[in-house]
């Protein structure tokens, strides 16, 4: 690992045994997904958009999605509050998630406080990997209805010579990666063959129980890793390992 986190301007602490924050204006807050696939990936796109700003913070952090998901309305307005003021008082103004569903819930809670960016605008200007042709794209269910998303996908993909089957087609290959009704496990069985880009982690863990998946960033950083679901244990042993990780680059903080 690089010695991003010895640098002067990023204080690494960790507030809760499962969150790490290192503050700056700007921050890289990857979403529960990434880190839970693979830690030491989510660490490698993080040094990526250091090459673009070296003052770049990390924030992990949940963003109370699953809370609203869970209908419990009272502690998600808690949390998201409380994220809020935690990503002001630090004096963060532009949030760079790697998480559509981070993405979204940050629009509806934060009322133009903060600017949120997705990484994918933020890797735009970097030098990144050439792609491959012969892929089929997935769009995650975030996406679905954000075609700005899906454009700065498509724009990414094209500078970095991804050809893609589908490009053109209005339907979407494949429903959400959670459905497993008849219809949802045909469309899987029946593209077992294809090789899947998609740009969601839970997507790519999901999907590769059938189909040969791969997620947008590991084409475009070059990671050879195959993501397997960890199941409940092991996504929060992927946490503890990703809040290890970060404080064993930091030693004594």
Known sequence: ??????????????????????????VFYPGCSLPGADPDFCLQVYEKLLEQDPDLGLWFDCCAKPLR????????????????????????DEVITACGNCFEQFGSFTEGSLKVT???????????AKGSAGWTLHHPCFSRVQPQMQESIFRLADRHGFTLKNREQQDHPLACCLHKTKKAVQRR????????????????????????????????????????????????ANYRRFCKLLKEQAPGL
């Not at 986190?5 to 700056?24: D, E, H, I, P, V």
């Not at 077992?192 to 791969?214: G, N, W």
Request: hydrophobic share 40%.
């Open 69 to 92: 998901l869970k209908k419990d309305h009272l502690a998600a307005d808690k949390a998201e509050q409380a994220l809020l003021q935690s990503l002001l008082d630090a004096g963060v």
């Open 118 to 128: 997705m990484v994918y605008d933020a890797l735009q200007g970097l030098e990144l």
């Open 189 to 236: 069985v029946e593209h077992k063959q294809e090789k899947l880009l998609t740009y969601c982690a839970h997507c790519v863990m999901s999907f590769q129980q059938d189909i040969p998946a791969r997620h947008l960033l590991q084409e475009l950083l070059g990671s050879t890793t195959h993501w397997r679901a960890p199941g409940k244990i092991g996504l929060f």
């Open 1 to 26: 690992m690089n010695s991003w986190f010895r640098r002067g301007n990023l204080k690494l602490k960790n507030s809760r045994f499962f969150s790490s924050r290192t503050a700056a204006k700007r």
